[in-house]
């Protein structure tokens, strides 16, 4: 297995990024997160949806619609706030990096 020191092409580089979501790596653990997020977010709108009851003419408060278009947005966000450092992670030369520092 290559190490990080030694320069590893970007496709093991994938397989040796952190499981933990803190370091801003693809990984399962930021998935999790993502999705517990989610969870708790939709749960928290439907129960306080009835508030807003009262504002929203010819629009029922619990449109599940709605609910599906921003959870399918805000998933999408999570997960590239995750892809995209673990992306461009790959694309530095780690003798640069070690250089840099």
């Given at each position: 297995?290559?190490?990080?020191?030694?320069?590893?092409?970007?496709?093991?580089?994938w397989?040796?990024?952190?499981?933990?979501?803190?370091?801003?790596?693809?990984?399962?653990?930021?998935?999790?997160?993502?999705?517990?997020?989610?969870?708790?977010?939709i749960?928290?709108a439907?129960?306080?949806?009835?508030?807003l009851?009262?504002?929203?003419?010819?629009?029922?408060?619990?449109?599940?619609?709605?609910y599906?278009?921003?959870?399918t947005?805000?998933l999408?966000?999570?997960?590239?706030?995750s892809?995209v450092?673990?992306?461009?992670g790959?694309?530095?030369?780690?003798?640069?990096?070690?250089?840099?520092e």
């Amino acid at each position: 297995m290559p190490s990080l020191s030694a320069g590893p092409r970007s496709e093991s580089e994938w397989r040796l990024a952190p499981t933990d979501g803190s370091s801003g790596a693809w990984s399962s653990a930021m998935v999790k997160l993502v999705l517990v997020g989610l969870g708790l977010g939709i749960v928290g709108a439907i129960s306080l949806s009835g508030l807003l009851a009262s504002q929203l003419f010819g629009v029922d408060p619990r449109e599940p619609v709605i609910y599906l278009v921003v959870a399918t947005a805000l998933l999408a966000v999570g997960l590239m706030a995750s892809f995209v450092p673990a992306w461009r992670g790959t694309l530095v030369d780690p003798a640069i990096a070690m250089r840099a520092e």
